[in-house]
Every structure is written in C-alpha cells, then in structure tokens.
C-alpha cells in the first residue's frame, strides 16, 4: 500500500475516478472529507464536470423522521433510474471525531444498492448543521456523475441555515411533536424552506402545524389568509413553498413531496434562479478556500506563532490589546500571505491506495 502523498498517487487514483471504480470515489471522498495531501488536485480535476446533479437539502429538527424520507426519496429517484448520493451529516463523536449515528444502519432499504452512495460526516465543531467539507464532497459526487446529491443536516435546531446555501432546493420537515411552531420557524428557517413537509402527519397536531405554515407564508406575502401553494411555474411572481403531509415510515406522501421538488427544480431552472443561486455558491467558494489559506498561513507558521506569543506579557499587563497585535501580525505576515510557494505542513493523518 502507499500513502496518498504524491501527485502520481493522485493521478492514478483520478483515472480510477474517472473509469467509475466506487471504490475510487469512496477514497476520493476521504481524501477531500479530511483535507488530506492532494484534495486540491481531486477537486479542480471535477470543477469543469460540476453543476449536472441536482443538489437537495433535507432538515429539521431532531426526530423528525428525515433519514427515512431520504430513504424514500432515494427509492423513488433508483426508481427513475437515476443515481444517488447521499451526504448525512451527523454530530461529532467525542472520542474518535468522527460522525456518532451510522446512516448505512438507518438507511439499510438503499445502503446496498450498486447506484447509491452514503457518507456520514462528523460536524467537527460547525454550527451551521453542515460540517466544513459538505460542498466539496458534494463537488466530487457531481464530478462522480450522480445526478442526485441529498444533504440530510445534522438536526441541530435552529442553526442549520447552511445548508440552503449548499443545496439547489430544500426540504425542511417537521413534526408535530416540534413544539410551538411559531418557535421552530424562527431563525430563518422560514427564508430557507423551498418545500415544507409535516412528517407523522397521522399524529395529533399535524393538521393545526401545517395551517399554522400556511398562515405564516400568507403573512410573509403580505397576505391576511394561510397560502396554499398548488402548481408553480416561472411565470408566477415567485415560489410559495408548499406545505406537505408525510407519514414516511409507510411511504405515504412521498410522492407529493418528489414531485413538489421536481416543480421546484423546473421553477429554478426557468425563472434563471438556478444560476444565481449556483453562481453565489461558487463565489462563497472562493471566499471560503481564501479564508481556509489564511488560517492554514498563519497558524501553521511556527515563526508566526512564536512573535504571537511573545505579545503574551504585552497582553497580559495591559500595555497591549488584542486589536494592536492582530494590525502588526497582519502587518508582518504580508509576505507569507502572499507567498506562493508556501507548503503547508504535512497532514497527520495519512490516506492509502491499494
């Protein structure tokens, strides 16, 4: 075996990629997933291929049951004959890093299918209910040839904003047991939703959730009544999100919500959204590879580390603040900013290609 750490490694592994090896997109994805040596190389070598799957976001609270309807989804997508990847992000094992639930176990009925891939990723500390790496895995998995790319957050509440800004459409799934729904709209979540489904809708309460959605979208629209939506095209001033009912644990509703989905991806399509939305996301790209290089200059030159400690004393006593010491080190570290012939330092953690 030989560690991934050359660019004839690299290459190799690429052309396995290229061919459709699985096994080639699951290292692929690993290499990507943890920044390991050569993930630059994998993800420009698909930049030019991304952009052909449909990426769709699935969250909601804890419990609401969204593992099973990706479940779902994913059947009825094998059903068209279309190709499916599968990011689930769970939260971060405290001993070993890495994501807590198996999604392979949850996701069984599909786990197996030769047209299915599913990654489990560990938050590792993101907020946003998507781990750092989702987009670039997702990029692979485009590159990969999936036309079908399913984001399921981690469930963290109200802070899973982000993935609205990874996916094509979003899919936000509630149950009624969520609480107040006035509270589990909040923060957001209301701006992100492109579709809204109550999930074990034969429990109490469901019927007065989804009247209280409507109402809400009505209230946004500047309307006194709820909103249903019903068909949607690009000749309508906009998209109301419809409002579904899903008992997916018996597969019912499941079709409404695949094909308020596939409305939704005509309506993107036509109306040109698709590409603004696309095209914001290519320009978070750069912001975050931009922020990601800073960090990775700054805090991984011992140089710079050391005249950082040294303005301990400095900081301690008083005689300096904080805003002080970040103008000079941004001051003196001009050069390594800059510099392009900067390695960053090894990773620790090797990858290998049999």
């Given at each position: 075996m030989t560690t991934v750490a050359t660019d004839s490694a690299i290459a190799r592994l690429l052309e396995q990629f290229r061919?459709?090896?699985p096994a080639a997109l699951a290292r692929a994805v690993s290499i990507v997933e943890n920044h390991r040596p050569g993930f630059e190389q994998i993800l420009a070598a698909q930049h030019a291929l991304i952009g052909r799957a449909r990426r769709i976001g699935i969250t909601g609270p804890p419990g609401a049951g969204k593992s099973t309807i990706t479940t779902r989804l994913t059947r009825t997508y094998r059903e068209r004959g279309l190709r499916v990847g599968i990011v689930a992000v769970d939260p971060t094992?405290?001993?070993?890093?890495?994501?807590?639930?198996?999604?392979?176990i949850r996701m069984e009925e599909v786990a197996l299918d030769e047209g299915v891939f599913i990654r489990s990723m560990a938050t590792r500390g993101s907020l946003g209910g998507l781990a750092t790496a989702t987009r670039e895995v997702c990029d692979v998995l485009d590159g990969f040839g999936m036309d079908v790319i399913l984001l399921e957050t981690v469930g963290v509440g109200q802070s899973e904003l982000d993935v609205a800004r990874a996916a094509d459409s979003t899919l936000v799934v509630l149950v009624p047991e969520s609480?107040?729904?006035?509270?589990?709209?909040?923060?957001?979540?209301m701006e992100i939703a492109d579709v809204f489904t109550v999930n074990k809708a034969d429990r109490p309460g469901a019927d007065r959730l989804r009247h209280d959605?409507?109402?809400?979208?009505?209230?946004?629209?500047?309307?006194a009544r709820p909103v249903k939506a019903a068909a949607h095209s690009a000749h309508s001033d906009g998209w109301t999100p419809p409002v579904l009912g899903t008992i997916a644990a018996q597969n019912q509703g499941i079709t409404e919500v695949v094909e308020a989905l596939d409305r939704h991806a005509r309506y993107l399509e036509e109306s040109g959204e698709l590409r603004v939305r696309r095209r914001l996301r290519l320009r978070e790209r750069v912001m975050e590879v931009v922020e990601q290089q800073i960090r990775q200059r700054l805090w991984r030159d011992a140089a710079t580390l050391q005249w950082l400690d040294a303005q301990l004393d400095g900081l301690e006593d008083g005689t300096l603040v904080p805003f002080a010491v970040a103008d000079a080190l941004r001051a003196q570290s001009a050069s390594l900013l800059t510099d392009p012939s900067f390695s960053p330092l090894p990773s620790t953690q090797g990858d290998v290609i049999t």
């Open positions: 061919a459709g090896k094992s405290p001993f070993t890093g890495g994501a807590l639930l198996g999604d392979r609480g107040d729904s006035i509270q589990t709209l909040k923060a957001g979540v959605i409507e109402l809400m979208l009505g209230l946004r629209a500047g309307h």
